[in-house]
DNA sequence: CTTTGACAGTTGATTTTGTAACTATCAAGA
DNA sequence: TCTTGATAGTTACAAAATCAACTGTCAAAG
């Protein structure tokens, strides 16, 4: 009849999540005006080279209106481009300019740096541990496939 | 120079929180309407006994907006009531009612249910991973011991 | 050809969340 | 007493996320 909420699968993890999120978004929001819809498009754009809405939406798991107003803000700032797909006029071709590029590029050293220093706070054994129970999670989850959107 | 956001810790840890919390929601949400602050208030009071609006907070870890809105919300819906420290009127000392123990207790068997499902998904390696994995990071995020709000 | 259903992407409306300001209360001290 | 600064909690406003409807395009069926 007692439950714990400390010990709760979802509220364990959605906590962490908000922290660790948390700790890494000055990087992108202080410095460079990012929202997190914006960095993830950014990039899913930079991985993929070029791509679609919807591409970048399941590479990146976010709703197509997220990306949709996230594609139009790094557009603003012309950090990419689009372009009409000639053999199926509904898709637009996205491709990162060189600014954006070098955007991106400023940006991943200093996240990597505050993902680091969460690491350098676990043992060995935990960070083993983080990979073995993530990779389990998203195959538990059916999250290892391509995904739709959500 | 590359950057996979696959890997991304962050990255990694919102999207799992986001499918874990996907995965319980409808018992809270379909069956009774409540959403996730006031699921949380619920838990967090039916644990803590009697508690103020600021001690629910640190407990469910949530911005104390949000506590405030749940406590308004789960007190239309009779689920709890309030009455004034009389030694600090700046306290509201909360407690659940009958109908919001039975709710709560009603909902715990099948937030049970669904977190034991994607437990057993895991294997059992991947399950001791998990439980290290998480209590390294809650560390590593200064989670242990008390959080302010948020 | 024209209709139908599906898909890509956008937009507007609603709801939820976060930020900041505000009210009320208290304790400590001038 | 009368500030001053802190705390508990609420509320107003702004930002963001969600949901539903919409436009334009396509391929296939009739």
Redesign the interface.
């Known amino acids: 009849?007692s439950?714990?909420?400390e010990a709760?699968?979802?509220?364990?993890?959605?906590?962490?999540?908000?922290?660790?999120?948390l700790?890494?978004r000055p990087v992108y929001k202080e410095a460079f005006g990012l929202n997190r819809p914006e960095w993830?498009v950014l990039?899913?754009l930079?991985?993929l080279g070029e791509a679609t809405a919807t591409e970048i939406g399941r590479?990146?798991?976010q709703h197509k209106t997220k990306v949709s107003r996230a594609i139009h803000a790094l557009e603003q700032r012309r950090w990419l481009v689009r372009r009409t797909d000639p053999s199926d006029r509904r898709h637009e071709i996205l491709r990162l300019t060189e600014p954006g590029k070098r955007g991106?590029?400023a940006l991943?050293a200093p996240?990597?740096v505050r993902?680091t220093a969460?690491?350098e706070?676990?043992?060995l054994?935990?960070r083993?541990?983080?990979d073995?129970?993530?990779?389990?999670?998203?195959?538990?989850?059916d999250?290892d496939g391509a995904r739709e959107d959500?």
């Not at 699968?9 to 922290?19: I, K």
């Not at 073995?132 to 989850?141: I, K, T």
């Open positions: 009849m439950f714990s909420l709760f699968l979802p509220y364990r993890l959605t906590r962490l999540a908000e922290a660790v999120s700790h890494v993830r990039a899913a930079a991985d590479h990146s798991t991106f590029a991943i996240m990597r993902e969460i690491f706070k676990l043992s054994e935990e083993r541990a983080l073995v129970a993530l990779s389990g999670l998203e195959r538990a989850m999250m959500f």
